[in-house]
């Protein structure tokens, strides 16, 4: 037999919840019996998430008013719970910005009220309201009703007007519109001049602007720096940088120094030219000179992430408005994964992102084909406390419609129209575009009952949508519906002539 070789005592330390328990076992007691340390309590289940927070006061108030016939507006309005004031009554309009029958309905019921009287702001909500659905002849007659109450029209009235008239392509009627303020009790002055240039302008008007208005009125209104930069930048959103750099030197000439938001204006332009030999020379021409270099001008001439190193050597911080522009220029070169890198170092730093920030990301995500982040970075972007916009949804619906996901593009449309974030003109032609795609009878009848809800909500189709949605119906047999569609377009021009104050 063979002897064995005697074992010391072995020594075991088990680690349970933190505490350290000892024993030792010998081959001399093979039969002891080792009592089980007792297992850890059970860890308690996490405390259930808080519930969402109550609707604000403007949100259950515009809930309410979507959801009354003209019989209970009145009873909603004048209820003793609600303390009506003008950012309240601000706020619910805003609410029902993409709803305007409802809102000037609003409007025009809550002026009746017994203790509540409109302010100028409102008034302005109602003019912009009514000018958009192309309603001229009640814009009008609210500014009339303003300046009987004394409070108002003002220049951003006029402003308004303008932009509306402008939008609907009638530059000269805006023209019009500035020239005739003084009619309305309203003087023009400088701000107001300058309003009425950016306004044509930021919509390509620019030869009407300078030859027009400029021109002829710069003497008058003494044109400053911000005068000629708006010139400058309409010639360069067209594209026609010679002829800004023609408006830079008049200013020079005319004893004006330009300002940094000027040499932005033109490296921009040279940018959107496609002139970047020229856009390089003028940045090399502005450090040499010694002009004012800031954020916008190292984001405009770098676009790349060497922007941080060559604004720290400056001493220039970055902006929520730089960390934008790197987001956009990586999802643009499909590295969104990159982009998301860039966001969390955003947030790393203490900055806070804003809507535009929000929106970069779901787009580059929805591109990358990458829906279902989309949808989760717009529930992240609710949960950090930055309330999803139209141009939100409207980015979602669009890559839903555009990847053949119809459905879920109308299930989106269908929680924007319960109020969370109304639907706006875009979103009506997102959708009623992708209803061709599939060329169903069912969808084409649901492009022609979306096209009646954006007329009923205001909204002012273009005619080839009308014709559009009619040729589809009659393709597809629904001859009957088509002759609705066409009751529709014979008075979509305007809205119905029930706001009377």
Not at 50 to 59: C, E, G, I, R, Y
Request: glycine share 4%.
């Amino acid at each position: 037999m063979l002897a064995l070789p005697h074992r010391g005592p072995v020594q075991t330390t088990i680690n349970i919840s933190n505490f350290f328990f000892s024993f030792s076992t010998s081959s001399s007691l093979p039969h002891q019996i080792l009592t089980a340390a007792a297992p850890p309590p059970p860890v308690p289940p996490p405390p259930p998430a808080p519930p969402p927070p109550p609707p604000s006061l403007d949100a259950s108030i515009a809930a309410s008013i979507l959801a009354s016939t003209p019989q209970t507006l009145p009873r909603i309005l004048q209820s003793p719970r609600i303390r009506w004031t003008p950012d309240l009554v601000d706020k619910t309009l805003k609410r029902l910005w993409n709803h305007a029958p409802k809102a000037l309905a609003f409007f025009a019921q809550l002026s009746r009220h017994p203790t509540y009287a409109h302010s100028a702001s409102s008034f302005d909500h109602a003019i912009d309201l009514a000018a958009r659905a192309r309603d001229y002849r009640a814009a009008w007659a609210f500014v009339a009703r303003m300046r009987s109450l004394r409070l108002g029209p003002s220049p951003k009235t006029f402003a308004i007007i303008a932009e509306r008239y402008v939008a609907a392509g009638k530059p000269d009627r805006a023209v019009k519109v500035f020239l005739s303020m003084h009619e309305h009790g309203c003087r023009q002055d400088l701000s107001s001049f300058n309003t009425v240039l950016d306004i044509l302008c930021k919509s390509r008007h620019v030869e009407m602007a300078s030859n027009k208005l400029f021109k002829v009125l710069r003497g008058r209104f003494k044109a400053d720096c911000v005068s000629y930069n708006i010139i400058a930048n309409g010639w360069c959103l067209i594209k026609r940088t010679p002829m800004a750099l023609e408006v830079l030197k008049e200013m020079v000439d005319r004893g004006l120094n330009p300002s940094s938001t000027t040499y932005n204006i033109m490296l921009k332009g040279f940018f959107r030219a496609g002139q970047v030999d020229e856009a390089w020379q003028f940045f090399l021409q502005m450090k040499k000179r010694k002009c004012d270099i800031d954020v916008v001008t190292y984001t405009t001439i770098k676009k790349a992430k060497r922007v941080f190193d060559e604004m720290a050597r400056e001493g220039i911080l970055p902006s929520v408005v730089t960390y934008n522009a790197m987001i956009q220029v990586l999802c643009k070169k499909d590295n969104v994964e990159n982009a998301i890198l860039v966001f969390e170092e955003m947030l790393r730093k203490g900055y806070v992102p804003n809507s535009i920030t929000y929106n970069l990301v779901i787009r580059g995500l929805c591109h990358a084909g990458h829906m279902d982040r989309a949808v989760e970075f717009m529930s992240r972007m609710e949960a950090d406390g930055c309330e999803a916009n139209v141009q939100t949804y409207n980015i979602i619906i669009r890559y839903f419609c555009d990847a053949g996901e119809i459905e879920n593009g109308m299930h989106l449309f269908e929680k924007m129209g319960s109020g969370v974030c109304l639907p706006n003109l875009d979103t009506y032609n997102i959708l009623i575009s992708s209803m061709f795609v599939r060329k169903k009878s069912d969808d084409l009848v649901l492009a022609g009952k979306l096209l009646i809800e954006m007329v009923d909500r205001g909204f002012v189709p273009r005619k080839f949508t009308f014709n559009r949605v009619l040729d589809g119906l009659l393709l597809t047999g629904n001859q009957g519906f088509a002759k609705e569609i066409l009751r529709v377009q014979s008075k979509s021009g305007r809205l119905p002539r029930r706001f009377k104050l």
